[in-house]
């Protein structure tokens, strides 16, 4: 399997522009996580999805930001307009709710730079 | 509501040192609890998890966490430290009735050589 994948791994971008960072899930997996790490925050979840509907975004820091997940294999987080605050490591995870299976796993990660 | 807490933001462990890194945790009903480790610039990676049965789970790379009930700690353990256990560690806890999985701060491991 190859795990989470994420793309692009680094981004580079100035202030104003949009951002859209891709994440591929596990297959099988039902549950879809989109975290952002930071030195200050830590790791903080910002939303999540359940069979493809999003259930709960209350992490998400502010209209500038929207996920969607169009389907079981594909997800994206989109920032428009950047803010060099929104300068952070962001990370999707999934999960399969099924059995004993409650772990998530994570991909590597999108390190974004806004200038 | 849950909670996690990491109180250590760093331990120093000298090489070959049996390892504890800390964390207690508050949740309704019964607990679903995971440690993960993060190495530089990669991804969280899963290391253990305690859903039921014996308090004493074995993971990955050697590491073991004792499920303390009473005292709502899940304490990660290593008996003999290796300067390659040097990461940043997080404890996570899940409700049963829950869905989202609530990170700790993360911790700091450097295993001296």
């Known amino acids: 399997d190859a795990g989470v994948i994420q793309s692009p791994r680094h981004e580079v971008t100035e202030m104003g522009q949009e951002v859209t960072l891709r994440c591929k899930p596990i297959?099988?997996?039902?549950?879809l996580f989109w975290y952002r790490q930071t030195m200050m925050r830590g790791l903080e979840l910002l939303i999540y999805f359940n069979n493809n509907v999003p259930i709960d975004d209350s992490g998400m820091p502010e209209d500038r930001f929207s996920a969607k997940m169009p389907n079981a294999s594909f997800s994206t987080l989109k920032i428009q307009p950047s803010e060099p605050r929104d300068s952070a490591v962001y990370f999707c995870?999934?999960?399969?709710?099924?059995?004993?299976?409650?772990?998530?796993?994570f991909g590597p990660g999108t390190r974004l730079t806004v200038t | 509501a849950q909670s996690v807490a990491q109180p250590e933001d760093q331990v120093n462990v000298a090489e070959g040192n049996p390892l504890t890194v800390k964390c207690t945790y508050s949740v309704s009903g019964n607990p679903y609890l995971f440690w993960y480790v993060q190495y530089p610039n990669r991804g969280l990676q899963f290391l253990l998890k305690y859903i039921t049965g014996d308090n004493l789970v074995k993971g990955s790379y050697g590491f073991e966490a004792e499920f303390n009930k009473s005292q709502t700690s899940f304490h990660l353990k290593k008996p003999s430290a290796l300067v390659s256990d040097s990461a940043l560690y997080f404890c996570?806890?899940?409700?049963?009735?829950?869905?989202?999985?609530?990170f700790g701060k993360g911790t700091r491991l450097h295993i001296l050589p």
């Open positions: 995870a999934s999960r399969r709710d099924r059995g004993t299976t409650y772990e998530q796993y």
């Open positions: 297959s099988g997996h039902n549950s």
């Open positions: 996570a806890v899940r409700g049963e009735r829950d869905d989202k999985i609530i």
